[in-house]
């Protein structure tokens, strides 16, 4: 989620292992056979359940906002708001960003967009969101992470993880990505996962990265279908740091183009849970 994106399919096999190329649906027999491949215990050492009144704001021991409406270096049409139209808990245990068309702040769409920066980060493990993605012509969502050291270095030097993003007009395709110091934007190393039957918002899925040193697995309900390693990246390997989660939906950019009269409003991402372990032995 970041600067602008054509994405090439920049990725590498893991030798000997089940990966998926295409459309597939995940069988209990690939299941266990990536379950065994490697084999991780973890421990769960932040989560957030999203429990509270209808209405309230996310945690905000856990959670900050970004707000305003600067195009986010995407050409973005929203202005992201901390306003609990915008994001609120529904008081079912699950987080709601919303995306609405309408006038604010000179923008002609609202949105929200938050971020554990200065609450939590942390480097290396399991990074796992369970949620219902919205979808529509230029409609844009993301779970992904960014590295706590952006203030410093800038982007693409701080390194980016993107775990879920989606083009709101595939709502059958999840596109996971890397960028970094040169391969970032439309170089960005990705690779796609496409459901072989139904969609993503049409129901919750689970997300997740499995991170190490000198690695990052990607999986989409428990299935991998891509990893990442340094000789994937044609610059420096900057992920051997702790980077912070965000969570949002942009609306258009150059990514996912403009909404169309045809795109519904107001969009929503409901989340029911975010966790994150650490692996133990």
Same mark, same amino acid.
């Not at 942009?250 to 994150?276: L, R, S």
């Given at each position: ?21 295409? *459309?597939?649906?995940?069988? *209990? ?27 309230? *704001? ?6 900050? &906002? ?10 973005? !049409? ?52 369970? !949620? ?50 040169? &391969? ?70 150059? &990514? ?16 029911? &849970? ?8």
């Amino acid at each position: 989620m970041s600067v602008f994106y054509n994405f090439k399919n920049n990725y590498s096999m893991l030798a000997g292992t089940l990966l998926l190329l295409g *459309s597939t649906a995940l069988t *209990s027999c690939e299941k266990t056979a990536i379950q065994t491949l490697q084999p991780r215990k973890w421990e769960v050492v932040w989560t957030d359940n999203f429990d509270g009144p209808v209405g309230a *704001s996310p945690n905000a021991a856990n959670w900050t &906002y970004d707000v305003g409406a600067t195009g986010w270096g995407n050409q973005e !049409l929203q202005n992201y708001t901390d306003r609990p139209s915008n994001v609120s808990l529904d008081g079912s245990g699950n987080l709601v960003i919303t995306a609405r068309r309408e006038s604010f702040g000179g923008a002609a769409f609202t949105s929200a967009r938050i971020k554990t920066q200065g609450k939590f980060q942390q480097a290396f493990g399991r990074f796992e969101a369970r !949620l219902k993605a919205p979808s529509g012509p230029g409609i844009w969502p993301a779970f992904w992470l960014l590295g706590g050291n952006i203030n410093t270095v800038s982007w693409p030097q701080c390194g980016e993880i993107d775990i879920m993003e989606q083009r709101g007009q595939e709502p059958n395709v999840n596109h996971g990505s890397m960028h970094g110091p040169g &391969y970032s934007g439309g170089n960005a190393i990705t690779k796609s996962f496409t459901l072989s039957t139904g969609r993503f918002d049409t129901d919750f899925h689970v997300y997740a990265v499995e991170w190490g040193k000198d690695y990052v697995d990607y999986y989409v309900n428990d299935f991998l279908y891509q990893r990442i390693t340094p000789k994937d990246a044609s610059g420096e390997w900057v992920f051997n740091a702790p980077f912070f989660m965000i969570l949002n939906i942009a609306v258009g950019g150059n &990514y996912v183009g403009f909404p169309t009269t045809g795109t519904p409003f107001p969009q929503q991402m409901v989340v029911d &849970y975010i966790k994150v372990f650490k692996e133990v032995n």
